[in-house]
């Protein structure tokens, strides 16, 4: 029955329902309310919920974007983001309101694309469904130069200021620690696919996969646990130290991130706060416990300890 209603759920859309981009604007798209639609008709049961992004633009707090996630029973979660253009912001036409409800919509869809729900649409282009449909009265294309002056110029040089509000949003309730951490999964992704320097040069696409390693990298496992380190040592005293005499070193240890060889370094710790562990792959692409600066280490009383490593607690 799950498989059935996964299928009518991310089956492509009909042409009928693909709307081609206004003139200037690129990527074909499907209205919001046919997601809506396809949910609701699928028979899956899902959840929906956003908030705001703000950021500063012209001295004055605004909305910049949104961020939601979307959860689907029996398929998990995804979250999506939108971004609202210089132009709207500066428009007087436009509130925070009516942009709020475009960035929403652009992040529901693209949550959605992340289960596979209109991905054949997907073509890395920052263009809404809701851009054609307000019609909104842009700069005169007589005006429009390829000059730093340019709207176009000015809403790609708004994206790194957009990134920055999001990143801010997905790691406000984490320690400063598993921040770090969170971001370099985002910063050593973008470096290994060799993402141009200038964020602002980002594609929607990368954009979304920059976001998807840092909300990886933000999960509860993932949060490090070196500064929990000084509390351990006052409360334990020396405790700590027998641990280390009950166990003979090992040389056979694996990494459960990348399966290869871990360190052994309970005999040899340079400080008291030193990992009593250490992977020994020094690549954030190959090891996933890598925080992109260092190694995935462990201590003898740390959370995630492999129980496969066979050290009492």
Same mark, same amino acid.
């Given at each position: 029955m799950a498989e059935k209603k996964a299928v009518k759920l991310l089956s !492509? @859309?009909? %042409? %009928?329902? &693909?709307?081609? *981009?206004?003139?200037?604007? @690129?990527? #074909?798209? &499907?209205p919001h309310a046919h997601y809506v639609e396809r949910l609701r008709d699928s028979g899956v049961k899902y959840s929906w919920a956003c908030e705001p992004i703000y950021g500063m633009h012209k001295g004055e707090k605004r909305i910049v974007g949104a961020i939601g996630t979307i959860t689907i029973e029996d398929m998990g979660s995804y979250m999506g983001v939108g971004d609202i253009d210089t132009f709207k912001l500066d428009s007087p036409k436009l509130n925070d309101g009516t942009n709020l409800k475009d960035a929403e919509s652009d992040a529901f869809k693209r949550a959605c694309m992340r289960f596979g729900l209109g991905v054949e649409l997907w073509s890395g282009s920052t263009q809404s469904e809701e851009e054609a449909s307000m019609e909104v009265e842009e700069t005169? *294309? +007589?005006?429009? %130069?390829? +000059? #730093? #002056?340019s709207p176009k110029v000015k809403a790609s040089r708004s994206k790194s200021d957009f990134i920055q509000d999001t990143i801010d949003v997905m790691c406000k309730d984490l320690t400063p620690a598993h921040r770090e951490f969170a971001i370099e999964q985002g910063r050593m992704y973008a470096k290994v696919k060799k993402y141009p320097q200038d964020m602002n040069s980002w594609t929607s696409e990368q954009v979304n996969k920059f976001f998807e390693q840092i909300e990886r990298g933000a999960l509860p496992q993932f949060e490090p646990k070196e500064d929990i380190m000084d509390d351990v040592q006052a409360i334990l005293g020396d405790v700590v130290d027998k641990s280390h005499e009950l166990n003979k070193i090992k040389t056979d240890l694996k990494c459960p991130y990348c399966r290869e060889k871990v360190f052994d370094n309970r005999n040899n710790k %340079? +400080? !008291?706060?030193?990992?009593d562990f250490v992977c020994a792959t020094d690549d954030a692409a190959i090891c996933g416990g890598h925080t992109g600066k260092w190694r995935k280490s462990w201590w003898l009383n740390s959370s995630d300890l492999p129980e496969e490593w066979g050290f009492s607690e």
């Open positions: !492509p @859309f009909p %042409k %009928k329902l &693909v709307r081609p *981009a206004p003139s200037g604007k @690129f990527g #074909d798209y &499907v005169p *294309a +007589t005006e429009v %130069k390829e +000059t #730093d #002056d %340079k +400080t !008291p706060k030193s990992p």
